[in-house]
């Protein structure tokens, strides 16, 4: 009897210290996949797996004691039991799924938490989307717009920054004590939300197409770019403008195969260090002709046909929101965001105010689409195939995240699918998803071959895709979500924006779309 309820007590002992060490294990195991280490293969490690980036800042500022209780809840089925209460923080409520990931990756690779980001690096992200090589055709915009043209510049900084900031408070939503909770992760979120409960999904799938149609015809605009640059630099050559942008398409050709963007990230910096340089050059080269600068060009009259696709192409110039909650939700201090925007947005203001006046005085009513056009043969060649170096470095970035969209939207949205996976099993693309990346890229050549004007297609996505995303959607969703917490003077700046947007809006895409079936009749007819 007595050997009998020794062993009882040495299995209740051994089963309770079994219990504690799995507890710590799974506590240890999930701070350090928190911390970027390599996760345990126990449920509950698994379970942080399946946390998104929001998720992860969530837990990060909670107690020991509610992540202990967290880690009890989740501890016995691994299935995410215990993050029930921020499943709203998790994308589509469920997180990423805990299989292999595309490019092969395992779940001990999925546990690598991302680092925050300083308020100044987010700034240099703001800054390389809003101050890119589509500057180049602000010139253009001031020689149909004038004094006017450099006023819309600053106004166009003003609105989105403002509207970037109430992009922002629409992912927020005030809790029980009052404190606001970040309760939405991206964009299309914030749309569904805002369609709900008649239409919940509508809001995102409109964003899902403005989105896709921005991304594309910036590809577009980067081969026309190309094609346009070298045939400028190179005009004694017997090769046309169509066939150095399918030169160009050739040499991208390779990103129907990308995976992910590792291969190409590494140059974005250099890219954006070269394109700096190539400003200061053509800065410089405009400041030496000071003498010969024609003020009296600037006019304080417009060109009522072509104004309204300067619009679009200085709105354009400032399309960032599309990536502004995920930049927003990666800071490690979310409170500077206001003033990052503030700084960024005078600085692209002062920037490109100054280099599109420097630019337009010095060519006057010789300013062309692209502005380096201008330049002297010598000058020219150089700085041109920098810039289209740099265009087609930066060609991958929108594809990939327009292959992305296309891919998640049909071909990996769950049973509502239009069509099987891109994938297999194994993480490698099957032939239809190889398919699907070449006809993006062959329709980007199309496009840029038939209708080859930069200045038209960059005022058609401003005017379109520009102006929804940046002044229509945000002020509309900011009005949608806290209407009741709106001051007057705030209902009175959406309002007007929207107003003031849509009118841009509709009259530059009206214009644009005439200028591009002229051409595109025209290159047909040749």
Known sequence: MATLIRGKISNKLSNAATAVSNKSTAKVSGMFARMGFQAATDEEALGFVACDDLDYDHRQGMQMDILSSDEVGGEGGGDGGGLEGDSHYQRDGTGPPL??????????????????????????????????????????????????????????????????????????EEDEDGQLVRVRDTYV???????????????????????????????????????????????????????????????????????????????????????????????????????????????????????????????????????????EGNMQKPSEFHCMMKWTHIAACILKGLFALVAYLTWADETKEVITDNLPPTIRAVVNLFLVAKALLSYPLPFFAAVEVLEKSFFQDGGRAFFPDCYGGDGRLKSWGLTLRCVLVVFTLLMAIYVPHFALLMGLTGSLTGAGLCFLLPSIFHLKLLWRKLQWHQVFFDVSIFVIGGICSISGFIHSMEGLIEAFKYNIEE
């Open 189 to 327: 979120d914030i749309a569904n939300a805002c369609c709900a409960p008649r239409f919940p999904t509508l809001g995102g799938h409109v964003v899902n197409v403005a989105q896709i149609i921005e991304l594309v015809m910036t590809c577009i605009l980067y081969v026309v770019v190309s094609g346009n640059l070298m045939y400028n630099s190179f005009p004694n050559t017997p090769i046309s403008q169509k066939s150095w942008a399918i030169i160009a398409t050739a040499a991208l050709l390779p990103c129907a195969f990308l995976k992910n963007l590792k291969a190409v990230s590494k140059f974005s910096l250099l890219c954006t260090m070269a394109h700096f340089v190539i400003n200061v050059l053509v800065i410089a080269y405009c400041l030496s002709r000071a003498r010969d600068w024609a003020w009296d060009k600037v006019k304080f009259y417009i060109d009522v046909k072509k104004f309204p696709i300067s619009i679009g192409i200085i709105v354009f110039s400032y399309t960032s929101q599309i990536f502004l909650p995920s930049l």
């Open 99 to 172: 299989s292999a990931s595309k490019d092969g990756g395992s779940n001990n690779e999925l546990s690598e938490v991302k680092p925050k980001i300083t308020a100044w690096e987010a700034g240099w992200n703001v800054t390389n989307a809003i101050q890119g090589m589509f500057v180049l055709g602000l010139p253009y915009a001031i020689l149909h717009g004038g004094y006017l043209g450099l006023f819309l510049i600053i106004f166009a900084a003003v609105v989105c920054c403002y509207t970037g900031k109430i992009l922002i408070a629409c992912l927020y």
